[in-house]
């Protein structure tokens, strides 16, 4: 079986399960998923959630460390939800960050502050389930429907 199906496969979430954080969605070739918030800063927390569930077991983050992130990028929400993304994509390639979970702390279309618990990679600890390559903007949507935020998100891997 393939990651991204046995990682689609994992999934137990349904349309109607509107408490549910994230899921996956079918893409060929890369992983993507469909994230939920009922606030555009619940939403961002779990797009960050949603990363690091692909990328590790997330349940093996020790919150142990902060760090605070602050990403800015014109454009709209989308353009700052993959700015988030990437940044922290960047921080694990660069400073082997992993984080079990961010708060954001203040938000607009064009700036985002958080505080994330996390500690730095440990390959003794931390298996790499699968290689993010990049967030990208194909197929990006992020919508409110009824009264609950969503967003599509394609990681290229």
């Known amino acids: 079986m393939e990651?991204?199906?046995r990682i689609a496969a994992q999934s137990s979430?349904?349309?109607a399960d509107r408490q549910q954080e994230y899921e996956y969605?079918?893409?060929t070739g890369d992983i993507g998923v469909r994230v939920f918030g009922s606030d555009l800063a619940e939403l961002f927390e779990n797009a960050s959630?949603?990363?690091f569930d692909i990328l590790t077991e997330r349940e093996k983050i020790t919150p142990c460390q902060k760090k605070q992130i602050v990403v800015e990028k014109s454009g709209g929400w989308e353009r700052l939800l993959v700015a988030w993304l990437s940044e922290l994509l960047y921080l694990f390639e660069v400073d082997l960050w992993l984080f079990q979970t961010c708060n954001i702390n203040s938000l607009t279309d064009q700036r985002l502050e958080a505080i994330c618990l996390g500690?730095?990679?440990d390959p003794d600890r931390h298996e790499i389930k699968t290689a993010?390559?990049?967030v990208t903007h194909h197929r990006l949507c992020l919508?409110?429907?009824n009264n609950l935020w969503e967003a599509t998100i394609i990681f290229d891997i």
Do not use: L, N, P, S
Request: proline residues 0%.
């Open 13 to 15: 979430h349904t349309k």
């Open 143 to 145: 919508q409110k429907v």
């Open 49 to 51: 959630k949603a990363f």
């Open 25 to 27: 969605i079918e893409h």
């Open 119 to 121: 500690e730095v990679y």
């Open 132 to 134: 993010i390559k990049a």
């Open 3 to 5: 990651e991204k199906d």
